[in-house]
């Protein structure tokens, strides 16, 4: 996969059994511990925010043909990627230092419903602490999340976003 991050080739990566999605986007980074997507908006035609998921939870994964390319209506993943140092996304940890005071959603393997959106606070090399955010935009209270707990970080995409335009 790392030389699919290299060429930023557009992929859908399927993580079943250990989480029921499939994640579709241009593969930034790649390595053992992560792989990082700018994510592929299916509505919209275009690229928004970015998908961090643990390597090892990677069952399979397809690049995309040239037929795929039809629902690409905007290809504005340049101007985006050219907005983040993507050597600050090596591993879980060090991504989430980057993105301390920035709005993030996070899913835990433990509970299918365990959809966290919240600031990031701080940040070790074995947790987490979000102040989160609930469905109404009000800050509620810190919880502290164990990095091997987590299966799924978003970042900077339209929600992330409007979260934080309407957080009071």
Same mark, same amino acid.
């Given at each position: ?30 390595? $053992? /511990? @992560? &792989?990082?997507?700018?994510?592929? =908006?299916? !509505?919209?035609?275009?690229?928004? %925010? ?50 301390? $005071? /920035? @709005? &993030?959603?996070?899913?835990?393997? =433990?509970? !299918?419903?365990?959809?966290?959106? %919240? ?50």
């Amino acid at each position: 996969m790392e030389e699919i991050a290299e060429q930023r080739l557009i992929i859908d990566i399927d993580l079943r059994p250990n989480v029921d999605d499939v994640y579709t986007g241009k593969c930034l980074v790649a390595n $053992s /511990e @992560i &792989v990082m997507l700018l994510n592929f =908006d299916e !509505e919209n035609g275009n690229f928004d %925010g970015y998908t961090i998921v643990k390597n090892s939870d990677v069952e399979k994964y397809r690049t995309w043909e040239e037929k795929d390319f039809g629902e690409l209506k905007n290809d504005n993943s340049e101007s985006l990627v050219a907005n983040i140092n993507l050597n600050d996304f090596t591993d879980l940890e060090k991504s989430l230092k980057s993105l301390v $005071s /920035e @709005i &993030v959603s996070i899913f835990a393997y =433990d509970d !299918e419903d365990s959809f966290l959106v %919240g600031k990031i606070l701080w940040a070790t090399n074995d947790s987490v602490e979000l102040h989160l955010i609930d469905e109404d935009s009000n800050w509620s209270e810190n919880e502290i999340i164990k990095l091997s707990d987590i299966s799924y970080l978003g970042f900077d995409t339209e929600y992330e976003r409007e979260i934080k335009k309407n957080a009071v």
